[in-house]
Nanobody
Framework: QVQLVESGGGLVQPGGSLRLSCRAS????????MGWYRQAPGEQRELVAV???????NYADSVKGRFAISSDNAKNTVLLQMNSLKPEDTAVYYC??????????????WGQGTQVTVSS
């Protein structure tokens, strides 16, 4: 079982920045893909950004140019740098890890979530 612990959320003014951290048990690259999702009240959980073991990244259109996902392998951590924050970014942000077994089974692991509130 992969344990994921998020931190770094909080209250920030529009235009401000936050850095979210996701620390994984063991090496993050025991997994194939690490990512961040978010869920606002009354809305479904949506993908924010993902990074693969090979370093490829993908972002939701709504955050492109403002958010950056990266990995710190020495600290078993995936980071999400969030700049130019908007009130629409307010949500609970969840760290996610995906791992595919040799048999083809895809495993999904989730952190507990960290609240990001962008006040107006």
């Amino acid at each position: 079982q992969v344990q994921l612990v998020e931190s770094g959320g909080g209250l920030v003014q529009p235009g401000g920045s936050l850095r979210l951290s996701c620390r994984a048990s063991g090496s993050i690259w025991r997994n194939n893909v690490m990512g961040w999702y978010r869920q606002a009240p009354g809305e479904q959980r949506e993908l924010v950004a993902v990074i693969t073991s090979g370093g490829s990244t993908n972002y939701a259109d709504s955050v492109k140019g403002r958010f950056a996902i990266s990995s710190d392998n020495a600290k078993n951590t995936v980071l999400l740098q969030m700049n130019s924050l908007k009130p629409e970014d307010t949500a609970v942000y969840y760290c996610n890890a995906q791992r595919k077994s040799l048999a083809g089974t895809l495993y999904d692991y989730w952190g507990q979530g960290t609240q990001v509130t962008v006040s107006s």
